[in-house]
């Protein structure tokens, strides 16, 4: 075992891009894309604003939309400018305040405002969406205030008329709707698992000259796949952790018994590499090798229900997910550090014991490409 | 040999090599069906949500009724108290709960304001925005009715009512994408890259291949062999982009504002800038399974820094300007722009023209490149000619 796990070390010693695979590509990885969302709640979204009416009530509704912190009003004369800065993608949302927006107000009639924000960057949509409302309806609110108060309301029944029923919402688990802790670790995750699949085809592509081949049989692939694992999977355990460490650790996301993580990365690891050596015995060509496990694990991010969500998807979708190891281990990662529930972790991540089943037909196409007792003697 | 027959054997070169058309035409096909297939259903609806009802009287159960109407969230069961809900949760058994406080009915009818309040799991915010938004609807609602009944109690006209509820109408209209579907968020955008990581791709392990033996690959000059190959990837990309652009868009029914003549004028230099970049991409390599991994691991920060999944203002200017170089990137947003939000061509003739400028930009490289590569032909083929 030890001269197998020599040689490994040899052969990464001498492949540069292998090396760099292991050691600073992932960490670049990692730091690009938790930069790239570095700034985790979106603020100083620009809208277009629009002032028809030019009446203190609808420059008080442009201030009122201003102080939100998400939003950054962008004054336009007209509607064409407002469209146009839309449909560039230069402002995310456009607010129309009417004319007589004020005169409607005051003699009672429903002056209708109209918003209008971008479906087509859907996250920047939504969000702008629900601000503007709310910014809305706080000086709507302000003016409905003076309005019962003239009409002789008591001051202390006065919240109770212009709103009844009032709501307290709490975003359990990321109290801050922190974009960091709900997306960078799935992303990494993600990434990490490409990493773990593209070093592991890559150590088992060498074993494909005839030479080598030939001599995997005589050594034992159970023997030879077995060093492998050995030896990559300290490294990439130590990436896995890593990536936990900046999350949890450096960014201080809130996160509970992170320890029982750790069990479960080295099952993901597992679950890919099965899958990798499945697919070397399948296809025996290293660019090919490659170029299938690609296929297979570039999608896994969309799949992993974090951004869309599982029980929406069509069964089909369902199915496949539950073929990619990164589906498993993020439920089981959410579990943990949403929930402390370490319970419902080991249940999704035992799960990933299922991915054993890849080594019948595993076998059988080792068995199936053993190299025949007459090239055997040809070759010697 | 002519330009044409070049051309036809280079076709024919990557149609044979089974690890290219496994990623050319495989890929380009399989994507097309994995890629959509979470989201086809749209938006995320009927989330599971625990009531924690403290005040059993008809007017909180006519708010869990309210709350089960709406489309995005389904009340899967009653808890005691907020801890069982909360515990519900961390079995995941609910996404979130609702907890309508003890002497509900009796304080709004004593005049009193009272507070509902519902969680969401924030780890999921698809999950976690469904159910706000439900809630908080049927929240307004129930709120809107009372004030409404106080009202005509009180005597105001009907008419007047209406008004005095709501004085203000909010009209409030996603647009480019009305629905707010994912397909129509991520497909554009999303397509684009593909044909761009794939074509790399291509042409990555199609050239690695080449470099290091004799062949076709040099019977013209460096220049002219780059025109060449662009020209036959283009061939084969003009076929899988019109599929993609106009088949799969068109079946997802992502937004198509944008004339045929326009989308071609700005396929034109997109994929002449990605061939070009291909192109010197691959003259980096020597090893085939290398490009596909490399361009493995690009695929996600291109897709994130691209300005669709996350606003560009908020991300970090030094990855803007780099990711400018990429033709994925300019490219993407010219095409949401023109076809998906429909802005005009003009609006677009920047991003039209940065793609011109990364297509000259590769070209040089490319050239370059294979320059490079026949240098190092050439000398390691005299070595072998010294040594025999």
């Given amino acids: ?380 | 040999m002519s330009y044409w027959r070049w051309m036809l054997t280079d076709i024919v070169t990557l149609a044979r090599d089974r690890a290219i058309a496994l990623t050319l035409f495989g890929g380009v096909l399989f994507y097309a069906v994995l890629y959509p297939l979470p989201y086809i259903h749209d938006v995320a609806t009927e989330q599971s949500v625990a009531v924690v009802d403290l005040d059993n009287s008809s007017l909180s159960r006519q708010m869990i009724r309210y709350a089960d109407a709406s489309p995005q969230v389904k009340i899967v069961a009653r808890a005691g108290s907020v801890d069982e809900a909360r515990a519900m949760i961390d079995q995941n058994q609910a996404k979130g709960l609702l907890v309508i406080p003890a002497n509900f009915r009796h304080d709004l009818l004593r005049g009193q304001q009272v507070t509902l309040s519902f969680a969401g799991d924030a780890s999921y915010f698809l999950i976690y925005s469904a159910i706000v938004q439900g809630l908080t609807t049927a929240g307004l609602d129930v709120g809107s009715q009372l004030q409404l009944q106080g009202l005509l109690a009180n005597g105001t006209l009907p008419a007047a009512a209406a008004r005095q509820v709501a004085p203000v109408a909010l009209n409030d209209v996603a647009v480019f994408n009305q629905g707010l579907g994912y397909p129509a968020y991520v497909i554009p955008g999303l397509f684009l890259l593909i044909l761009h990581q794939t074509l790399f791709i291509g042409m990555g392990i199609l050239g690695a291949g080449q470099w290091r033996q004799t062949g076709y690959w040099q019977q013209f000059s460096p220049l002219t062999t780059v025109c060449l190959r662009m020209a036959s990837f283009s061939v084969i990309y003009a076929f899988l982009s019109a599929f993609y652009i106009g088949w799969c868009y068109y079946y997802y029914d992502v937004g198509r504002q944008a004339s045929l003549g326009q989308v071609l004028l700005l396929m034109l230099p997109f994929l002449l800038a990605t061939a070009a970049a291909g192109m010197a991409f691959s003259t980096l390599f020597v090893r085939r399974e290398l490009p596909t991994q490399v361009m493995l691991l690009s695929s996600m920060p291109i897709l994130f820094v691209a300005g669709f999944v996350w606003p560009l203002s908020i991300i970090p200017a030094p990855l803007v300007w780099l990711s400018q170089l990429v033709p994925a990137v300019p490219g993407m947003m010219a095409m949401l722009q023109l076809n998906q939000m429909g802005a005009s061509w003009s609006q677009v003739l920047p991003l039209w023209l940065q793609l011109w400028g990364l297509c000259g930009l590769y070209l040089l490289l490319a050239v370059w490149g294979v320059h490079r590569r026949r240098q190092a032909l050439a000398a390691q083929l005299a070595e072998d000619s010294e040594k025999h």
């Fill in chain 1, 1 to 380: 075992m030890r001269a197998l796990l020599r040689r490994e070390w040899l052969a990464l010693k001498h492949d540069n891009w292998q090396l760099a695979l292991v050691s600073y590509v992932p960490l670049l990885g990692f730091m690009l894309l938790w930069w790239l969302f570095s700034a985790a709640l979106p603020r100083g979204l620009p809208v277009a604003v629009v002032d028809q009416d030019h009446s203190s009530i609808s420059r008080m509704l442009g201030r009122t939309i201003n102080a939100s912190p998400v939003n950054q009003v962008i004054d336009y004369p007209n509607q064409t400018e407002a469209i146009a800065a839309m449909r560039r993608g230069e402002v995310y949302a456009l607010v129309t305040l009417p004319v007589n927006l004020r005169r409607d107000l005051l003699l009672g009639k429903q002056p209708q405002i109209d918003v209008r924000y971008n479906g087509q960057f859907l996250l920047v949509g939504k969000l702008l969406s629900a601000q503007i409302s709310l910014s809305l309806a706080d000086g709507l609110h302000q003016l409905a205030r003076v309005n019962l108060l003239s009409h002789g309301v008591p001051s202390k029944l006065v919240a109770a008329h212009m709103q009844p029923v009032t709501t307290q919402t709490t975003a359990l688990f990321n109290v801050n709707n922190n974009y960091v802790g709900f997306l960078v670790p799935p992303i990494l995750v993600a990434l990490w698992q490409l990493i773990a699949m593209l070093t592991f085809a890559n150590a088992m592509n060498r074993e494909l000259t005839p030479g080598h081949w030939q001599q995997a049989y005589q050594q034992g692939w159970f023997k030879l796949i077995g060093a492998k694992a050995l030896f990559y999977g300290p490294i990439l355990l130590v990436h896995g952790q890593f990536v936990l460490a900046l999350v949890y650790g450096y960014l201080g996301l809130p996160a509970e018994q992170l320890v029982w993580l750790l069990p479960l990365q080295l099952l993901t690891l597992l679950a890919v590499w099965l899958w990798v050596v499945l697919i070397f015995f399948l296809l025996r060509d290293s660019a090919r090798v490659i170029s299938f496990c690609t296929a297979l694990f570039a999608p896994a991010f969309a799949f992993m229900g974090i951004t869309f969500p599982t029980a929406n998807m069509p069964l089909l979708a369902q199915w496949w997910r539950e073929l990619m190891p990164s589906s498993h281990y993020i439920e089981a990662h959410v579990s943990l550090v949403s929930y402390g529930n370490v319970g419902l972790m080991w249940q999704h991540g035992l799960a990933m014991l299922g991915f054993l089943l890849l080594l019948l037909p595993t076998l059988a196409l080792a068995y199936w490409h053993r190299p025949k007792a007459d090239k055997v003697e040809a070759l010697s």
